[in-house]
């Protein structure tokens, strides 16, 4: 009868992280568009539409928008996907590791987006639409990711 519960409590908490790890994907499709977008308009050396942020092509074509030749919106692709891809299988597998890397990936990219922004507000003295989007993405897939994570609070299986 234990056992019945336990595994009982177990679906409970997993039905619940999968309502969460569907935000993941959504956010990070959502921050996938963005990257794609930049990257797509960095390749064809189209300028940038900023809106009311008059500056912020001084952001996308500083030398910090760029790092080994690669523009940055192009790791952001990478990025988003792998945050995207580990939700997936997480989905398909329920393998704790999967919910794990869609988790911790969003800190380390909040790490990245508080030195961009650092950059941006302090040495280029711009602020880039997009970049401030992305920030948002990845500051609400962390929030996510970590409910989804208290919610199956359970032992990693790898």
Request: aromatic fraction near 14%.
């Amino acid at each position: 009868m234990q056992n019945l519960n336990n595994t009982l409590l177990e679906r409970s908490k997993s039905k619940k992280s999968r309502k969460f790890v569907f935000g993941l994907l959504g956010l990070s499709f959502l921050g996938f568009l963005d990257a794609l977008y930049l990257t797509i308009l960095h390749y064809a050396s189209i300028p940038v539409s900023c809106g009311a942020f008059t500056e912020c092509s001084r952001v996308l074509s500083s030398e910090y928008a760029v790092v080994l030749g690669i523009p940055l919106a192009a790791l952001g692709i990478v990025y988003y996907l792998a945050v995207f891809l580990s939700a997936a299988f997480f989905l398909d597998t329920e393998r704790r590791i999967f919910l794990l890397a869609a988790s911790l990936l969003p800190f380390m990219g909040l790490v990245a987006s508080g030195f961009f922004l650092y950059l941006q507000i302090a040495v280029i003295e711009a602020l880039c639409p997009y970049c401030l989007v992305s920030a948002i993405i990845t500051l609400l897939l962390a929030c996510v990711a970590v409910y989804a994570l208290w919610i199956s609070r359970t032992e990693i299986s790898l």
